[in-house]
């Protein structure tokens, strides 16, 4: 989980504080020493550290927030808007051409998932309406053709290449061209990446850039690396002039250095953070939600949009009706489980819940509850139509046919009954109107 180290850590400073009541210059002190060692920890670049502590400190020691009925709490809202600003304060969006043809030109690094990455943007991008092309220049790595032309295929977005071709800026040229003729409105070009930063790679992306003059040139580095890819993007901006970055491999990245660094070392702001292998574990970054996720308070914002996407009007008021005449069956049980997984399962929800910070999440076992989910579906789809409909038909005999046929024992049958009725009971509470649901909420407290 992205900044794992560095949440925790920052979460028992903030702690601590709050159990004072009242804070005094010394209190502050110590506090900054523990956020500094935190921040080295998660390896955040030296003078950034020293220049983010130091301004928390100053705003921190004013007498508004000394004086004020909760410090503690004062302290930490600048903690957070103060991360936030590292970061670049808000989402930096995409520019798009005034006259309805985009190039977004794809560099890096060799390793950093920048082909992958290519797919996963236009993959975003094609689900807000654009109608993307992508471009395969990397003329050097073996297979790197065949990949771009697997990955567009995965997500049904055409691919344009020169396989005979030995000049990238000629096959970017000419699918420019293609892209237009053929009514793609954002041409993607993936381009070769070296080992390291030298003037053979720089000079070839030189090239293309002079004959795309691409709207939006993308840096793709790898959060894995830490300040490595600080030093990467410092080094591309030097050289061509970079107008944002991806950040890779954010989930695997327990520390979160170059996330933090990357915008006040180059100026350059993370404009989409990658969070796994699937095309849509990708999205927008948001400094000020990071920030917000990083103390433990949460990513509500995030956690609607991923709802909206996912939400069926039509199924919502479907399901509404049957709660109120009491005919939820397991096959909408099931569907309500299929939703949770596309909004990335368990563990992507708890991550952007208030209060769910790494000891909490350290007593939830994901792995477990995702399997779960994978056991429920196949004891679901081993009942029949008539069964799913109606669970209180289920007698020994049945329940013995279903565990055969779905290969779990009838113990977990037992289980899936109990948590869909459950989830019946639950769900009737919400649907009984305000008064209802005031009742239902004030016996619960």
Known sequence: MAFEGLSDKLQSVFKKLKGKGILSEADINEAMREVKLALLEADVNFKVVKEFVESVKVKSLGKEVLESLTPAQQVIKIVNDELATLM??????????????TVILMVGLQG??????????ANYLKKNGKKPMLCACDIYRPAAIDQLEVVGKAIDVPVFTMRDCREPEVIAEKAMKEAEIKGYDVL???TAGRLQIDEALMEELVRIKKVTKPHEILLVVDALTGQDAVNAATGFNEKLGIDGIIMTKMDGDSRGGAALSTKKVTGKPIKFIGLGEKADAFEPFHPERMASRILGMGDMMSLIEKAQENFDETKASELQRKMKKNEFTLEDFLDQMGQIKNMGGIGKLLDMMPGMNNKNMKNVNLDDSEKEFTQMEAIILSMTKSERKDPNILNANRRKRIATGSGQPVSRINTLIKRYEESKKMMKQFTGGPKHRRNSMLKGM
């Not at 670049?88 to 043809?101: D, E, H, I, Q």
């Not at 950093?112 to 943007?121: E, F, I, N, S, V």
């Open 88 to 101: 670049g304060g808000a989402n930096s969006k995409l520019t798009y051409s005034p006259k309805g043809f």
């Open 112 to 121: 950093t998932g920048k082909t992958t990455t290519c797919a996963k943007l």
């Open 188 to 190: 993607i070009i993936d």
